[in-house]
Structures are given as C-alpha cells and as structure tokens.
C-alpha cells in the first residue's frame, strides 16, 4: 500500500473513483435526485480545477488506485474509497496523511461535509458535527449533511511527506 500524490494526468482516475463510489454506496441513502446532484458536483470538470489548487492524495493496494481524498487549506474534502475496499482501513489512514497535512501548515483543526454513508466513519475518527445543512436539488430532493470538525493534536512534521 503507497499514497501518491494526485496531479493533472490523474484527474480521469479520480473521477472514476468517485463516481463509481457515488453510484453504488449513494442509491442506499439518498434520492435519485441528490445522488445526481452528487456526480454533477464531482464532475469531471470540477476535479480538473481542483488538482490546481488541492493537495489531492490516491492511495494505491497492489497496483491498484482503491482511494482518494483531498485537502484544501484546513477542508477535507473529497474523501471517496471504491465500495469493494471499504471497511479495511483506508479511509482511515487517508484521513491521517489528510490530518497531517493540515497540522504541517499550522492548522488546530479541520472540517469537512460529511455525507450519510461516511458519518460513522468520521464520527469514530474524533469528528464532531458542527452545523446541519440541507441543500434543495434542482428536482427538489433535499441534500442534508453535517459540518464537522475536529481539533488536530500537534504533532512532529512527517519527514516524508507526500
């Protein structure tokens, strides 16, 4: 198992990442009309202009890209593990590399949106929801998600980082 560190010819494995992620896990949870609001966010698009300005990172098991996440100033965002690797632990040291990131740049905490099927994942993880949300869908469907923190403990530099 490595972490990569994403960049531009990256974007394609990204996308496929999430969206493969959103169309099997998401059905379970939310309507139809939020889980296409969900794959529009994450557009192909959308992940072109954040490889420019996010620390984006893969994580990679036996050759294959199985996760990604991202991080921009103290924000996670874009924390997605294929379904077939979910519950192994990689979400967890994505968030830990992610974590890190944020306290090397002299951030006390994160935040991040946590969608329904990443909740408990996060909440085990220390994160506290800090505000409740709804997004109303151009079909009508309403998003509701938390925003949650957490504080970060100070830690040494990672010498290698990514």
């Given at each position: 198992m490595k972490f990569i560190k994403a960049?531009?010819?990256?974007?394609?494995?990204?996308?496929?990442?999430?969206?493969?992620?959103?169309?099997?896990?998401?059905p379970?949870?939310?309507?139809?009309g939020v889980v296409d609001f969900f794959l529009t966010h994450h557009s192909l698009e959308n992940i072109k202009k954040a490889v420019n300005i996010e620390f984006i990172l893969l994580i990679e098991c036996d050759g294959e890209i199985v996760?990604?996440?991202a991080i921009y100033e103290n924000q996670i965002k874009r924390m997605f593990v294929l379904p077939e690797f979910q519950g192994k632990g990689y979400g967890s040291m994505l968030l830990d590399r992610l974590e890190q990131q944020a306290a090397n740049k002299g951030y006390a905490n994160v935040v991040l949106d946590s969608s329904l099927p990443a909740y408990s994942l996060y909440e085990k993880r220390g994160y506290v929801p800090i505000e409740y949300n709804k997004i109303v869908t151009?079909?009508?469907?309403?998003?509701?998600?938390?925003?949650?923190?957490?504080?970060?403990?100070?830690?040494?530099?990672l010498k290698e980082e990514v």
């Amino acid at each position: 198992m490595k972490f990569i560190k994403a960049d531009f010819k990256d974007v394609e494995v990204i996308h496929s990442i999430v969206h493969s992620t959103i169309k099997e896990v998401y059905p379970k949870y939310y309507p139809e009309g939020v889980v296409d609001f969900f794959l529009t966010h994450h557009s192909l698009e959308n992940i072109k202009k954040a490889v420019n300005i996010e620390f984006i990172l893969l994580i990679e098991c036996d050759g294959e890209i199985v996760g990604t996440g991202a991080i921009y100033e103290n924000q996670i965002k874009r924390m997605f593990v294929l379904p077939e690797f979910q519950g192994k632990g990689y979400g967890s040291m994505l968030l830990d590399r992610l974590e890190q990131q944020a306290a090397n740049k002299g951030y006390a905490n994160v935040v991040l949106d946590s969608s329904l099927p990443a909740y408990s994942l996060y909440e085990k993880r220390g994160y506290v929801p800090i505000e409740y949300n709804k997004i109303v869908t151009k079909n009508g469907h309403v998003l509701c998600f938390h925003k949650m923190s957490k504080m970060l403990v100070k830690a040494e530099k990672l010498k290698e980082e990514v």
